[in-house]
């Protein structure tokens, strides 16, 4: 975790009215460093000004190698995805452009001898299907290559007041965005923290070039995740025996 406290070092030790963007940055990244068990739901909107477009996520995992993601895209063209561990066996959805064309999604050990797949490692399987793959999913997981990556995505924060997310209220966090630490700017990002470092919500706004001409996008991330809660076993049945 050395390169993300980068983050707040240096900086002295702030009240909750007085903290600093580094350190809700930071705050966050430890909130879910080292979590042995949480469950919860991350909601995408993407709304280009004359529709939406949503996409459901439900994941969860334990300490015991048992983890589950599930996505769905809910409007338009429908398509979705699963990754489920029950601690002996991982089964995914097929990636798209696979050779073999059968519907029957992969499996693999999650022990193979002495080595033991973590939720991590999971995570990363599930990576490679996923609909939408994004900043808090990476956040919720916790991988550090991942929160490592985000500091470079997150470019010029600062605090920009409070906001109220349903019956949730956090510090906003705001500035530019890019796909990567190399890349150029993509857009202006807007990220609400609990004062406990739970990741409320992540906007994205960007210009996309479109036939039509330039056209906005909103991304809207809505999360709702329970540290310390375990999801109940049945969500870590694996789909062939569902």
């Given amino acids: 975790m050395t390169t993300l406290l980068l983050l707040a070092t240096a900086q002295p030790a702030a009240s909750p009215q007085n903290v600093t963007a580094g350190q809700l940055i930071s705050k966050m990244f430890l909130r879910y ?3 042995k068990s949480m469950t919860g739901n991350i909601l995408l909107t993407i709304d280009d000004g004359r529709g939406k477009v949503r996409v459901e996520s439900s994941f969860g995992f ?6 589950f993601m599930r996505q769905a ?5 429908k398509a979705s995805m699963f990754c489920v561990s029950d601690g002996e ?3 995914y959805t097929r990636p798209e452009g696979l050779l073999d064309q059968r519907l029957t999604p992969l499996k693999e050990p999650v022990k193979i ?3 033991v797949k973590t939720v991590q490692d999971l995570y990363g399987i599930a990576v490679g299907v996923m609909i939408d793959r994004s900043l808090p999913q990476d956040v919720m997981f916790g991988r550090r ?6 500091i470079g995505q997150l470019v010029n924060y600062h605090l920009d007041g409070k906001a109220q997310v349903g019956n949730r209220e956090g510090f906003v966090v705001a500035g530019t965005y890019r796909s990567y630490a190399e890349a150029l700017p993509r857009g ?3 990220m609400v923290i609990s004062e406990q470092g739970d990741l409320i919500q992540f906007i994205l706004d960007e210009q996309v070039a479109t036939p039509e001409g330039m056209t906005k996008l909103r991304w809207t991330w809505d999360v709702d995740a329970k540290i310390g809660v375990a ?9 062939s025996a569902q």
């Fill in 113 to 115: 001898g002495e080595a």
């Fill in 62 to 67: 334990t300490e015991d190698s048992k983890m």
């Fill in 33 to 35: 460093h080292g979590v």
């Fill in 188 to 190: 202006l990002y807007r």
């Fill in 73 to 77: 895209k809910v409007d338009g063209q």
């Fill in 145 to 150: 290559t991942d929160q490592e990556a985000i």
């Fill in 89 to 91: 066996i991982v089964t």
């Fill in 231 to 239: 999801p109940p076993d049945s969500a870590f049945r694996l789909p």
